[in-house]
């Protein structure tokens, strides 16, 4: 079943760091890019950052200088590195895939910055 797998989510005190993974499962589609949003409480879904396939990111203003986003092209997999952690911060993560013929989402990875 063609997929998106994501692991990687958690509680973690202010300040603190995580790393959400997300690979493609059976998907074979040449990729054009991939990335994550998130979605806090009572928000809608805005997007963290991108990663064009050929290499190229962009991120939101809110996390520029904290998160870093990467990827692994033989894996077909992305990651995000996520550093000095703030409470507007805590939201539920989702990892897209933008391939030539559709868009995939993950099931999203909760997120909780909290003392």
């Known amino acids: 079943q063609a997929q998106l797998l994501e692991s990687g989510g958690g509680l973690v005190q202010p300040g603190g760091s995580l790393r959400l993974s997300c690979a493609a499962s059976?998907?074979?589609?040449?990729?054009?890019?991939m990335g994550w949003y998130r979605q806090g409480p009572g928000n809608q879904r805005d997007l963290v950052a991108s990663i064009a396939w050929g290499g190229g990111a962009q991120y939101a203003d809110a996390v520029k200088g904290r998160f870093t986003i990467s990827r692994d092209v033989a894996k077909r997999a992305v990651y995000l590195q996520m550093n000095s952690l703030r409470p507007e911060d805590t939201a539920d993560y989702y990892c897209y895939l933008d391939t030539v013929l559709r868009e995939y989402w993950g099931q999203g990875a909760q997120v909780t910055v909290s003392a």
């Open positions: 059976e998907i074979t589609a040449s990729i054009n890019n």
